[in-house]
């Protein structure tokens, strides 16, 4: 990202080589990298508990996320670890064989969860979590050898993808390619922006809801919801741009403005009435 004159421009980066890896990321998140509801899916298996007899549900998970937040502020990790951790939670309890086991019993959750954060340290990180640190932080309810057997479970049964491409991610591609189509940001504007997409993103992490929605989806419901905090020709310049590189990639726009209201409704809470107009103005100019 080249600086000038105190803005954030795009004339020196590869624009198109943005666009391509962003339709990667989109094609994974489609595919290989796609969560279904595992909390609520039906299925005909006589082996699958009823959720009542469950000893996880969408609270505890909440509550494990929190802790999970909790953890890496302490030891000072970038908070996109929790997300990409959960991912790999949730998509292993969407399409592994052993989902049940570990959603009817607490214990095994919590290990799961641990597993993935020490892996995600380890891989995406610039220090990692070691064995023995989790063992330490978990009071020692779980051996080293129980942690290595949870991780290659969680590998194996993965098939190694770890490398989830995450809302925040898709964020920054996202504005890289608006700030290629003469839209010039300052850098207050794309701290702003990116801080304000980070902060919805975590809520949306904590919120089981939100974990069957598209990252990219939730990229641009979150982009949105921020730019209604700027003054209004710079939020219509950005959302012309936004619409003129959005494709049949993307969800349709009336999936992301719904995402966009539940997102908002999730965050701000009793603030959604007092934005209605301003969300208005959105709505509208990307419907155009």
Same mark, same amino acid.
């Given at each position: 990202?080249?600086?000038?004159?105190?803005?954030?421009?795009?004339?020196?980066?590869?624009?198109?080589?943005?666009?391509?890896?962003?339709?990667?990321?989109? %094609?994974?998140?489609?595919?290989?990298?796609?969560?279904?509801?595992?909390?609520?899916?039906?299925?005909?298996?006589?082996?699958?508990?009823?959720?009542?007899?469950?000893?996880?549900?969408?609270?505890?998970?909440?509550?494990?996320?929190?802790?999970?937040?909790?953890?890496?502020?302490?030891?000072? +990790?970038?908070?996109?670890?929790?997300?990409?951790?959960?991912?790999?939670?949730?998509?292993?309890?969407?399409?592994?064989?052993?989902?049940?086991?570990?959603?009817?019993?607490?214990?095994?959750?919590?290990?799961?969860?641990?597993?993935?954060?020490?892996?995600?340290?380890?891989?995406?990180?610039?220090?990692?979590?070691?064995?023995?640190?989790?063992?330490?932080?978990?009071?020692?309810?779980?051996?080293?050898?129980? !942690?290595?057997?949870?991780?290659?479970?969680?590998?194996?049964?993965?098939?190694?993808? !770890?490398?989830?491409?995450?809302?925040?991610?898709?964020?920054?591609?996202?504005?890289?390619?608006?700030?290629?189509?003469?839209?010039? +940001?300052?850098?207050?504007?794309?701290?702003?922006?990116?801080?304000?997409?980070? +902060? %919805?993103?975590?809520?949306?992490?904590?919120?089981?809801?939100?974990?069957? %929605?598209?990252?990219?989806?939730?990229?641009?419901?979150?982009?949105?919801?921020?730019?209604?905090?700027?003054?209004?020709?710079?939020?219509?310049?950005?959302?012309?741009?936004?619409?003129?590189?959005?494709?049949?990639? +993307?969800?349709?726009?009336?999936?992301?403005?719904?995402?966009?209201?539940?997102?908002?409704?999730?965050?701000?809470?009793?603030?959604?009435?007092?934005?209605?107009?301003?969300?208005?103005?959105?709505?509208?100019?990307?419907?155009?």
């Amino acid at each position: 990202m080249k600086k000038t004159s105190n803005s954030y421009s795009m004339s020196s980066w590869n624009s198109s080589s943005v666009a391509e890896a962003l339709s990667v990321m989109i %094609q994974k998140e489609q595919t290989v990298y796609r969560i279904s509801d595992y909390f609520h899916q039906p299925s005909s298996s006589s082996s699958v508990a009823s959720p009542s007899l469950r000893a996880v549900d969408e609270d505890v998970r909440t509550t494990m996320v929190d802790w999970c937040y909790s953890f890496i502020d302490a030891c000072k +990790f970038e908070r996109e670890s929790v997300a990409m951790a959960m991912e790999m939670v949730d998509r292993f309890l969407s399409k592994s064989s052993k989902a049940e086991a570990v959603l009817c019993d607490r214990m095994e959750f919590q290990l799961l969860t641990m597993t993935s954060l020490y892996v995600t340290t380890k891989t995406h990180g610039k220090t990692s979590l070691g064995i023995d640190c989790i063992s330490t932080i978990c009071q020692n309810l779980y051996t080293d050898d129980e !942690i290595v057997a949870m991780e290659l479970t969680l590998l194996n049964e993965l098939e190694w993808r !770890i490398t989830p491409p995450t809302c925040v991610q898709m964020a920054q591609h996202i504005l890289s390619l608006i700030a290629a189509h003469d839209v010039t +940001f300052d850098k207050t504007t794309w701290n702003f922006i990116l801080d304000e997409i980070k +902060f %919805q993103a975590e809520h949306a992490v904590r919120d089981y809801n939100f974990v069957t %929605q598209r990252p990219s989806t939730l990229a641009i419901a979150a982009m949105l919801n921020a730019l209604e905090q700027l003054d209004k020709k710079k939020c219509c310049s950005i959302c012309r741009a936004l619409v003129s590189i959005m494709n049949d990639e +993307f969800d349709s726009i009336e999936i992301i403005l719904d995402m966009k209201r539940r997102l908002f409704s999730l965050v701000y809470g009793h603030k959604a009435e007092a934005e209605d107009e301003s969300c208005r103005e959105v709505d509208a100019l990307l419907c155009i």
